[in-house]
C-alpha cells in the first residue's frame, strides 16, 4: 500500500515538472520577444539612479503623445516616457512608485483619454507589463508581483486568470512555423532593441522610453466604424481604474509629488463624436482630479492661440505621429512651465459647463463620412459632418462609374440624406463632398464607400 501511493507521487511530481518544462518552452518559443513594452522597461533600467525628475506615462495616448525631448526643451525638465500599449492603471501605479523610489521623481504626467476609465484591462498588455517588470527582481517581490496577475479584480475568478501561468496562451506570436522559429532564433540570436526594430520596422525608438510611427490620418477615407465614439462604451467607469485612479493621487500628494492628468489631443471629430457624453464624462473626470490634489489639463479644449494641432499632425485618430508629438509636446511643456511659476490657465481653456463656446471655435469641417443601408428599392444614406455647427454643411452626393469618375446625382444641399434608386442587387460606390456654407474652398472634406444593395 504504502509502495503504491508513493509510486503515484512520484509519477504526479513527474507529470508535475513535464508539465512545467512543456509551459517553459511554449512561453520561450511562443510569448513575443521584443515588445514596445520589454524595451520600454530595458531603457527604463539602463537609467542612472536619480537621473529624471519627470515622468510621463499612461496608454498609447500617451505614448505616442509625450516627446520628452520637446517637453524638456520648454519645461527645463528631464523626462522619461513611461506609457506603455493599454497600460491600465493600476499598472501606471506601480510605475510611478517606482519612479519615485528609485529616482526621486518630483513631477508625474499621467495621459488618458474619454475611454481610460470605463475600458477594462486587457489581459495580454497587463501580464506584459508585468512580466516585464519582474524582471530582474527577488524571489519574493516576483512572486507578489505575479500573483498580481490572477488576483486582479478584473481577471480574477475568470478563465483570463489563468493567463498569469500560461502566457503564451493570451499573448503569443502568429501561430504558424516560420513565425514560431523566427520568435525562437530571435531569441538566441537578437538584441531586445534589434528584436523591437526587427517585430516592428515602422516604429522609430527615440529613446527614454519614447516610440512612435510616422503615419498620417488620411481625413478623407474615415469610415464611421473608426471614429472612436462608434468603437468604445464609455457609458460607465470600471470599479478597478477608479480606485487605481484614486490611489495615484494619493500617492502622489502624499509624495509631494506634482501630478498633471493630461488629456491628449485629437482630431475634433473624435471629440465630438461623442456628442454631449464627453463633457458629462470629463468634467466628472476633472472634478476627481482636482479634489485630489492634481492638475487636470484638457489639451482638447485648450485655446488656439495656446495651442492648435495641425491636420498632419496626426498618425491615426487617436495617436500623433512624431511630429505632431513633438509640437503638442513643447506646447504641454511650456503650458506646465507658466503654472509652476504661479500662472492661473484656467483662461486659456474651453470649460464643460460652456460647451457651446468650445463648438462654436470649431470652424472648420473635420471629417465627413455617410452610413447606408439596402432598402427594397435601392439605397438610403446619411452623411455625418464633424463641426461645430453642422447646421451650416452642404452636401453633394455622387455616384463613381466604372472609370472612377464621379457623377453627381444630388447638387450642393442642406440635406444630409440620399434615397438612391437601384434596381436588383449589387454595389454601388457613393461619394459625398461637404463643405460650410460660406467656405471659400469648393470642397472642404469628403469621403466614399463601397454600398452592397
Known amino acids: 500500500m504504502r509502495t503504491s501511493k508513493l509510486r503515484s507521487a512520484l509519477v504526479a511530481l513527474v507529470f508535475i515538472v513535464i508539465a512545467a518544462l512543456a509551459n517553459m518552452g511554449l512561453t520561450y518559443a511562443l510569448e513575443p520577444y521584443g515588445t514596445i513594452t520589454e524595451l520600454i522597461w530595458s531603457q527604463y533600467r539602463a537609467l542612472e539612479p536619480g537621473q529624471i525628475d519627470t515622468l510621463c506615462l499612461g496608454s498609447s495616448y500617451a505614448h505616442r503623445s509625450f516627446d520628452p525631448a520637446a517637453i524638456d526643451s520648454t519645461l ?48 495580454n498588455t497587463y501580464i506584459t507589463f508585468k512580466q516585464a517588470q519582474m524582471e530582474g527582481m527577488g524571489l519574493s517581490e516576483s512572486i507578489a508581483t505575479f500573483l498580481q496577475i490572477p488576483l486582479h479584480g478584473s481577471f480574477s475568478g475568470g478563465a483570463a486568470s489563468l493567463g498569469a501561468f500560461f502566457p503564451w496562451a493570451y499573448n503569443h506570436v502568429s ?7 523566427a520568435n525562437i532564433e530571435a531569441r538566441r540570436t537578437l538584441s531586445l532593441e534589434e528584436a523591437a526594430a526587427a517585430n516592428d520596422e515602422a516604429m522609430t525608438a527615440f529613446g527614454m522610453g519614447y516610440c512612435n510611427y510616422d503615419t498620417h490620418l488620411p481625413y478623407n477615407w474615415i469610415a464611421p466604424g473608426q471614429v472612436s465614439a462608434n468603437r468604445w462604451d464609455v457609458s460607465q467607469p470600471d470599479p478597478e481604474n477608479l480606485d487605481a485612479l484614486m490611489r495615484i493621487l494619493a500617492l502622489c500628494e502624499s509624495e509631494g509629488v506634482e501630478l498633471y492628468v493630461v488629456v491628449t489631443p485629437r482630431p475634433s471629430f473624435e471629440v465630438l463624436g461623442f456628442g454631449d457624453v464627453y463633457p458629462a464624462n470629463m468634467s466628472e473626470l476633472q472634478q476627481i482630479v482636482e479634489a485630489g490634489g492634481g492638475t487636470y489639463l484638457d489639451m482638447n ?122 434596381e436588383g442587387h449589387g454595389t454601388c460606390t457613393i461619394h459625398v463632398d461637404a463643405r460650410l456654407a460660406d467656405s471659400p474652398a469648393e470642397v472642404d472634406r469628403s469621403y466614399q464607400d463601397l454600398v452592397l444593395y
Open 76 to 123: 527645463g525638465s528631464t523626462s522619461f516616457n513611461f506609457a506603455t500599449p493599454a497600460q491600465s492603471l493600476d499598472c501606471s501605479y506601480d510605475a510611478i512608485e517606482l519612479a519615485i523610489h528609485e529616482h526621486g521623481v518630483q513631477r508625474v504626467i499621467l495621459g488618458l483619454g474619454i475611454e481610460t476609465l470605463p475600458e477594462k484591462p486587457w489581459i
Open 301 to 422: 479644449l485648450v485655446h488656439a492661440d495656446v495651442y492648435a494641432p495641425l491636420d498632419d499632425d496626426f498618425g491615426d485618430p487617436e495617436h500623433f505621429n512624431p511630429v505632431g508629438a513633438a509640437r503638442f509636446s513643447e506646447a504641454l511643456g511650456s503650458l506646465i512651465a507658466r503654472i509652476e511659476a504661479g500662472d492661473d490657465v484656467a483662461a486659456d481653456f474651453y470649460t464643460y459647463d460652456g460647451w457651446d463656446a468650445y463648438l462654436t471655435s470649431l470652424d472648420r469641417i473635420s471629417i465627413v463620412n455617410f452610413t447606408a443601408t439596402a432598402v427594397d428599392g435601392g439605397i438610403e444614406a446619411d452623411a455625418v459632418a464633424y463641426t461645430g455647427d453642422p447646421s451650416q454643411v452642404l452636401y453633394r452626393f455622387s455616384v463613381v462609374d466604372e472609370n472612377g469618375d464621379l457623377e453627381v446625382i444630388r447638387d450642393w444641399s442642406p440635406d444630409a440624406h440620399l434615397s438612391l434608386a437601384r
Open 175 to 181: 501561430l504558424n512555423p516560420s513565425a514560431v522559429l
